[in-house]
């Protein structure tokens, strides 16, 4: 015989505590999870809803209440048999895993050390020079007793002259201690570290900064309120594709990725820093951020640095092809727990993945992809990973956060840039003028819909349609991200694991990219249109009307007289440009050949 305390006492586990209370029947305010973690509840919901307890989504959705879970998966229940499921969910009085505690934050040890050892005593190796925005890595071999990922901080001050930047170092394991900066100023630099351990505190260094290399025009800033440019001043046009856990596929499938993005356009690529579990990602990765524990759970205090060397690999290889590492660092894809480790742990986490990579150039944060999916996870505590990010990170690279239902604030001070989804299974990049207004920022729609053939209704649209939604978000003055989800037999879909390219938009989508550079300043801003197609351009410079999926034989165009005007009709699918003999003013006619996908472009003769 048992008493109630031994009834709820459970073996500690090698990475976290679990335990056990009494429920006393479910209802709508109840919780998936905690009808899953039934014995009893299980089956029930296993019979009536099993596309529920099958859907890639299934970790996100333990937190939902199961009234809303039932409302959504079973509409093919008659009402006589959900009253049964109710009823039957309502009389059991089994056991449920009840949350377990918040874990309280880990403060780094003061004692690491104890005072016999010498201050500023380990070996510190640094390159005396760097060029400009380029990584300088100061490498400290120190003390690895105990948990040196959570005992021990570390940080150091830089100089420059009267300018200052703390920046944060990290321990890379065995014994080995890191500090990265990327210096955005040439000149003599000095350096001092701090540390909780007496060893790693108060070691000093110099180093010299030189030019820039041909090619190194620093990171991505916004510029002109609605657009990008290097820190140098070079023009930056996003031209974007999604690939969301490419770096997380074996290592050939890595390789022909970036051989793929190396033939391409492309300038941006979507990614995420965790594993990716959903349709056609059933693939374990073969390395986790962090480390096993005995019982398959996950050591939060323990990032495994091999996991970050290789994200490391691909984010330079990438900035080698000229092309911006858009990392995600949440996402809800996830069948592993990575979406929600706990405030202390997830805190942990960005600090780790910001001071590891905020070095490189090509980095831009993005906070989540579909936010609003992270059900764990409230507006407040992305306002703190806000403040985490903007706090370990000194390069201040650009800083999103991406919707599925419902846009987060894009008018928050530290959102750099609009980082959008669809809200409308139709219109998409028509809104990009729209929402350049509503929030003054940068409009990039991540995602669209992308070009493909699977059963998903975001992962079916024609090559056409894509290319058109490019189109139609330029001439808005925004800019729109590509995606590809043709299906093969080895389940190789661009948009996750990357690979090769088969469809019909990247050509198009460079093409477009030429269009927009021709222009002056070399973006596109919306422009007083028609009441029937958009234009985009500069004002009386370079004007360009999309006609999308209209047909026409020809366009009246009307203009102030005085402005001659060169005319070329452009064939976007086509990818010809055919320039109409003579110059125009005043109110004049162009022919079109009453096709889909045409442009008219004006430019002036000045």
């Known amino acids: ?21 009494e429920q006393q029947g479910y209802g709508p305010d109840s ?13 029930l919901i296993e019979r009536a809803l099993p596309a529920i307890v099958n859907a890639p989504l299934i970790l996100q959705l333990r937190h939902s209440p199961l009234g809303q879970i039932v409302g959504f998966g079973a509409q093919h229940l008659s009402a006589e048999d959900l009253s049964r499921l109710w009823e039957a969910l309502g009389d059991l009085s089994g056991r449920k895993a009840a949350a377990q505690p918040e874990p309280e934050p880990i403060h780094p040890n003061k004692d690491y050390e104890d005072a016999g050892v010498a201050r500023a005593s380990r070996r510190v190796e640094y390159p005396r020079s760097v060029e400009r925005w380029k ?38 394991g065995a014994g080995s201690y890191l500090i990265r900066f990327s210096a955005p100023e040439e000149g003599g630099w000095t350096f001092v570290t701090e540390s909780t351990a007496r060893s790693l505190d108060g070691l000093t260094g110099e180093f010299r900064v030189s030019p820039a290399s041909p090619g190194n025009h620093g990171p991505v800033r916004v510029a002109d309120r609605y657009h990008f440019r290097y820190a140098d001043g070079k023009r930056y046009r996003p031209v974007g594709t999604t690939a969301y856990a490419w770096t997380h596929q074996p290592e050939a499938l890595q390789e ?11 300038n941006k690529v979507r990614m995420c820093v965790f594993p990716k579990s959903y349709l056609f990602n059933a693939n374990e990765p073969e390395i986790y951020p962090f480390e096993r524990c005995e019982d398959g759970s996950f050591d939060w205090t323990r990032p ?47 600090r780790y993945a910001v001071r590891r990579l905020h070095a490189f150039t090509n980095v831009w944060w993005s906070l989540a992809n579909e936010y609003d999916l992270l059900s764990a996870k409230a507006q407040e505590d992305w306002e703190r990973f806000a403040a985490v ?36 299974v139709y219109r998409t990049s028509e809104n990009t003028d729209a929402w350049r207004e509503q929030y003054g920022k940068p409009v990039v729609i991540d995602e669209c819909g992308y070009e493909g053939d699977i059963d998903q209704g975001w992962g079916n649209i024609s090559g056409e349609e894509l290319t058109r939604r490019y189109w139609e978000g330029a001439v808005r003055g925004g800019y729109v991200a590509h995606g590809e989800t043709y299906l093969n037999d080895r389940e190789e879909l661009w948009w996750s694991k990357g690979g090769v390219l088969v469809g019909e938009s990247p050509e198009r989508i460079r093409f ?7 222009a002056p300043g070399g973006v596109l801003d919306p422009l007083r249109g ?30 102030r007289p005085g402005v001659q005007y060169s005319v070329d009709v452009i064939d976007t699918w086509n990818m010809s440009i055919t320039r109409i003999p003579g110059t125009f003013e005043g109110t004049f006619r162009v022919p079109l050949p009453g096709r889909p996908y045409m442009a008219v472009r004006l430019v002036a003769d000045m």
Request: hydrophobic fraction near 40%.
């Open 512 to 518: 477009l990219d030429e269009v927009m550079a021709a």
């Open 304 to 350: 495994v640095p091999a996991f970050y060397r290789n994200l490391e690999r691909r984010i330079s290889q990438l900035g080698g092809l000229g092309i911006e590492a858009d990392l995600i660092l949440f996402h809800a894809y996830d069948r592993w727990g990575f979406s929600d480790m706990g405030k202390a742990a997830d805190e942990r986490y960005i």
């Open 530 to 559: 028609d009441w029937d197609v958009p234009w985009g351009g500069s004002p009386g410079r370079y004007e360009i009307a999309y006609f999308g999926f209209g047909r026409p034989r020809y366009r009246d165009i009307v203009r």
């Open 135 to 172: 990584v300088f890595e100061v490498v400290i071999a120190g003390p690895d007793h105990g948990n040196p990922f959570v005992d021990v901080e570390l940080t150091a001050l830089f100089r420059l002259g009267e300018k200052s930047f703390r920046v944060g170092g990290f321990y890379d």
């Open 31 to 43: 919780l998936l999870g905690d009808v899953l973690d039934d014995p009893q509840g299980r089956p």
């Open 389 to 424: 990010v903007g706090e370990e990170d000194p390069a201040d690279h650009l800083l999103s956060i991406h919707n599925c239902f419902a846009f987060y604030d894009q008018t928050r001070p530290w959102v750099t840039h609009c980082s959008l989804q669809r809200i409308d």
């Open 1 to 21: 015989m048992t008493n109630d305390a031994e009834k709820s006492r459970v073996p500690l586990q090698d990475c976290g505590l679990a335990m056990e209370v």
């Open 256 to 266: 022909r990725t970036l051989e793929t993005l190396a033939s391409t356009a492309f």
